[in-house]
């Protein structure tokens, strides 16, 4: 299977702050995040991270990534510096990238950590993926009333944890 997700900030203090996650300690935001990850992905399934993973270096960027399930791709956001240094081993992703464009499930998903106003296959039912702006999940329920085939995959739209294409799809396909 398929998934997605983004701006997950794995050691980022400030983040709870700014984007008011509901977590008391990063300890606790970190935690939440590999649980609710490993609780839906298997080893099997393919998840692409759309930027932001962490910004605390090689490091923790790797310590973090191994103890995470699933064969991981990364589409670079802003804070995803670790990947492009010399300490980091980039085996850890199946794929690094700016941008991306898959079919899965029949679908074209466009993949860019930012989210772009029109997108390759626009007028022919491709779905843009993207995180950066920390969207509640209106945002998302607001573009599938307009009729927009835009969806924030970050966690902060999406329960704090990755969506799979499968769940993106009904998403757009459901009615309110």
Request: glycine share 6%; charged share 25%.
């Amino acid at each position: 299977m398929t998934y997605f997700t983004a701006d997950l900030h794995f050691w980022h203090e400030k983040i709870i702050i700014h984007t008011h996650r509901p977590f008391h300690s990063v300890e606790e935001m970190n935690r939440v995040l590999q649980q609710k990850w490993n609780d839906r992905i298997s080893p099997e399934d393919d998840v692409y991270i759309l930027g932001d993973f962490t910004m605390k270096g090689a490091r923790i960027a790797a310590e973090c990534l191994q103890s995470l399930r699933g064969k991981k791709h990364l589409v670079r956001g802003n804070h995803d510096h670790f990947a492009d240094s010399a300490e980091f081993q980039q085996s850890l992703f199946v794929s690094i990238q700016d941008y991306a464009e898959i079919t899965c499930c029949n679908t074209k998903f466009v993949l860019c950590h930012y989210p772009i106003t029109e997108w390759n296959g626009f007028y022919k039912g491709a779905v843009m993926l993207h995180g950066h702006q920390h969207n509640s999940k209106f945002y998302n329920i607001e573009n599938r009333r307009k009729g927009i085939l835009q969806y924030d995959v970050g966690v902060d739209a999406n329960d704090m944890a990755p969506i799979s294409a499968d769940e993106i799809i009904q998403f757009f396909h459901a009615k309110g």
